[in-house]
């Protein structure tokens, strides 16, 4: 057990319709990653957040926003959603910026399949 | 985009044998790590070498690390039935802060 949790484990949905990931980091960890892994593009960086601020943006969609929260926590925001964005979602935290690559952490993920 | 490369794709071996698998990149590097996902699973952190490390034990796993030829390869010695995951290799991108990942190596070990 990384100390990382997501909600929900799976989530169907249709077409068109917009869903929320939850993250909960280690307790003590600042720093929050996204990750989206698929077959086709494999494990693909989203969007970094530290202490509440975005501080990296990596493959991550404009349909697709992010926040972190006073707690810590951060929810991965998917609207219009495509066939295409059925994978696998990851949060992982690392304890301070990330600078130099620290260790992440990483949850077990998010099943998003999209009919 | 993916800046790690594993090889090979998919690797079957028994138990007891002696699994390698390697990883080559493109850019410089601060450090590379490696990750196991077990099935459908979240990756696990393995191990972590610097840029100014040439080769890292912990257990049973051994990582080398050549950065003239932008590879590395993780070794797992005597390997179980439970080591049966894909392993990922990653790197940052100069001072980018998020890890890119290859498309891993499947390895599968058999009793």
């Known amino acids: 057990d990384s100390g990382v949790t997501q909600t929900p484990k799976h989530l169907i949905t249709a077409t068109g319709q917009r869903v929320t990931l939850r993250c909960s980091p280690r307790?003590?960890?600042?720093?929050v990653y996204w990750y989206q892994q698929s077959l086709d593009q494999g494990l693909q960086f989203l969007i970094q957040?530290?202490?509440?601020?975005?501080?990296a943006k990596g493959n991550i969609l404009e349909r697709f926003s992010a926040q972190q929260f006073p707690d810590l926590h951060s929810e991965l925001n998917l609207s219009s959603l495509e066939l295409g964005d059925s994978a696998l979602y990851f949060c992982?935290?690392?304890?301070?910026?990330?600078?130099?690559?620290?260790?992440?952490?990483f949850g077990p993920g998010t099943r998003l399949l999209v009919l | 985009s993916q800046q790690g490369e594993e090889d090979p794709q998919a690797l079957s071996i028994q138990e007891g044998e002696n699994a390698t698998m390697n990883c080559s990149y493109k850019?410089?590097?601060?450090?590379l790590q490696w990750y196991r996902q077990n099935s459908g699973r979240g990756l696990v952190h393995l191990i972590l070498?610097?840029?100014?490390?040439r080769e890292k034990h912990s257990g049973r796993l051994r990582v080398t690390l050549d950065t003239s030829k932008k590879s590395s390869s993780l070794l797992i010695t005597a390997s179980r039935a439970a080591d049966t995951a894909s392993y990922f290799c990653?790197?940052?991108?100069?001072?980018?802060?998020?890890?890119?990942f290859g498309k891993g190596t499947s390895l599968l070990v058999t009793p």
């Open positions: 307790s003590g960890d600042l720093s």
């Open positions: 992982a935290s690392s304890h301070r910026t990330g600078g130099y690559q620290e260790t992440q952490y």
């Open positions: 850019t410089s590097i601060n450090n």
């Open positions: 070498i610097r840029s100014n490390e």
């Open positions: 957040y530290y202490n509440g601020e975005e501080r």
């Open positions: 990653a790197t940052g991108v100069n001072s980018g802060y998020a890890l890119n």
